[in-house]
């Protein structure tokens, strides 16, 4: 089945820089790629996601490239805030049953003011 | 809309125990699944559902059992509760059609199994 590996698994930085988180992936059936936040004792929520016909996404300071040939997708923050503190999750799906994602392990990001 | 409502919130059993985590959705989603989260794994797939009837195993399904008998429940059974299986446990639903979409969780089950 598929694998996704995210890293880093922790990332602190200062706030106004950016910040990259990279997930790689097995199955090159793969062709949805979407990202989730979870704020500390909350639920994840999706915030950007991307299909495997696009390179690249933005959705104002957030953006997700996405490389099919060498199975990866990377989430760019920019201007980073102390809101933007929280883990987050890639995944992926081929589509094939359902909405069935395999997630990444998650990053820890702290914005350190 | 409630969206995606889990109960309980907290639950400890024991070693052996059995218990169902109720899962309910009002977005009229075909698609349901449970996640289980535990520290640096991330959410693992336990077993999910493109239908009323119809459910399938994920990840991690040792353990669970599951029904999908309406649209709107999908609930988690474990049969013989084990320390193991102390966890996180999220329900998510989607719109199921010819492109994934958003996955819309619940907020959460904790289990403690002593």
């Known amino acids: 089945g598929e694998n996704v590996e995210q890293h880093p698994s922790t990332l602190s930085v200062q706030e106004g820089d950016s910040a990259v988180i990279k997930c790689t992936y097995s199955?090159?059936?793969?062709?949805?790629f979407p990202w989730y936040k979870q704020e500390l004792g909350k639920r994840p929520q999706l915030i950007i996601d991307?299909?495997?016909?696009?390179g690249e996404k933005k959705d104002q300071r957030i953006a997700v490239t996405l490389n099919k040939t060498a199975k990866h997708f990377s989430l760019h923050i920019t201007e980073t805030q102390p809101e933007d503190s929280a883990v987050y999750f890639c995944?992926?799906?081929?589509?094939?049953?359902?909405?069935?994602?395999?997630f990444g392990g998650g990053t820890r990001v702290l914005v350190k003011p | 809309n409630a969206g995606v409502t889990q109960t309980p919130k907290f639950q400890v059993l024991k070693t052996g125990q059995s218990m169902t985590l109720q899962c309910a959705q009002d977005m009229n989603h075909e698609y349901m699944s449970w996640y289980r989260q535990d520290p640096g794994m991330g959410l693992r797939l336990i077993h999910y559902s493109v239908g009323a009837g119809i459910t399938d195993q994920g990840e991690v399904p040792n353990g669970y059992n599951v029904s999908r008998s309406t649209t709107e429940d999908f609930p988690l059974r474990l049969l013989s509760a084990a320390p193991s299986q102390t966890s996180v446990y999220f329900c998510?639903?989607?719109?199921?059609?010819?492109?994934?979409?958003?996955?819309?969780f619940g907020e959460g089950s904790r289990l403690t199994v002593l």
């Open positions: 991307i299909r495997s016909n696009v």
């Open positions: 998510a639903s989607s719109r199921q059609g010819r492109h994934t979409g958003e996955l819309f």
């Open positions: 995944a992926a799906s081929t589509g094939a049953a359902g909405n069935k994602l395999t």
């Open positions: 199955d090159s059936a793969s062709n949805y």
